[in-house]
């Protein structure tokens, strides 16, 4: 079994494979990450997601266009999240309980609104973006086929790694919004906008958790399905701190559950004497493995993550 696992082709095609399903949660991760330097705590990113894999699939259904297939689910996304952040923000409540009731409400819209698209015993399907493999790099042995024969949703992911780690440390925007994470009212008294940023930093959450979603439905799968998510949302969230909010450390613990995601689907083709629902929690069991061992005492927590900032009370 396993000299057929370990084969040159086999490696090659679960690299690949692991790079594919890891697209999404490095989207998901980038956004909450801007979102956490900003002092927001979004753990409804579940609704972003389905959000942006319903909407982003039913326009590309209705109207055969990819790209407004993308752009319908990044509009959902930002919508749930910005209306995360007005509740959180806006109202000043709970930014965890907020979260934790906009992944239940997504869920249930979701899952009604499909219900009135698929009037059959059949799942709808769409034609899924392909892959678009870039010159030369493409025909590097391994590395080619693993990173750059790929959809331009990847490719734009890679872009997206190097432009928020540059985006937060080396530029006056990118600073403002840390400073905003650790302390609003010194970031306040010196004439930061502290909610503009904020929202704005949600709305960018928004952004990237719907085009994960989309991603799921219009690259990977084809269809939706009320699970079509499969707690992805929570998994970014995981690698937020896996990662130590940073861009490079996100995009490896994504890299890492990719290929755990990628090992399962292999690993069931084979009759190793385990159950199938092994195999299925197996990307999970690796995502609590990981954050244990990556557990320090040094905290990259912004000091007012999760704190409501309220401009009278300063």
Avoid: C
């Avoid at 690698?239 to 861009?247: A, E, I, M, Q």
């Amino acid at each position: 079994m396993w000299d057929s696992i370990l084969t040159l082709s086999s490696l090659e095609s679960l690299l690949s494979a692991g790079v594919r399903l890891s697209v999404p949660l490095i989207y998901g991760a980038l956004g909450e990450t801007v979102s956490q330097k900003a002092g927001t705590l979004n753990i409804g990113l579940e609704s972003n997601m389905i959000g942006g894999a319903f909407f982003g699939f039913a326009v590309t259904y209705w109207t055969g266009s990819l790209a407004l297939g993308f752009l319908a689910g990044m509009i959902a996304g930002a919508v749930f999240s910005m209306l995360h952040a007005f509740i959180s923000h806006g109202l000043g409540q709970n930014q965890s309980v907020t979260g934790t009731a906009l992944n239940l409400f997504a869920i249930g819209i979701t899952s009604f609104l499909f219900s009135l698209i698929n009037t059959t015993s059949l799942y709808p399907q769409i034609v899924t973006l392909q892959n678009l493999a870039i010159p030369y790099l493409s025909d590097i042995p391994i590395i080619g086929e693993v990173f750059f024969n790929k959809d331009n949703i990847t490719y734009i992911a890679y872009f997206m790694i190097f432009a928020v780690a540059f985006f937060l440390k080396h530029t006056v925007w990118g600073m403002e919004l840390v400073a905003v994470g650790e302390n609003p009212q010194a970031s306040d008294t010196v004439g930061i906008r502290v909610l503009k940023i904020r929202y704005s930093a949600a709305l960018f959450n928004g952004l990237m958790n719907g085009l994960a979603g989309a991603f799921l439905t219009l690259v990977q799968l084809g269809s939706f399905s009320d699970s079509v998510t499969s707690g992805r949302g929570f998994i970014a969230l995981a690698l937020v701190v896996f990662g130590k909010r940073n861009p490079y450390g996100i995009f490896l613990g994504a890299l890492f559950i990719g290929m755990a995601n990628a090992m399962q689907f292999k690993l069931q083709i084979f009759n190793i004497g385990l159950p199938a629902q092994f195999f299925t929690g197996l990307p999970y069991i690796l995502t609590i493995a990981a954050l244990l061992f990556s557990a320090s005492k040094i905290s990259t927590e912004p000091a007012s993550l999760g704190k409501p900032y309220i401009r009278s009370a300063r």
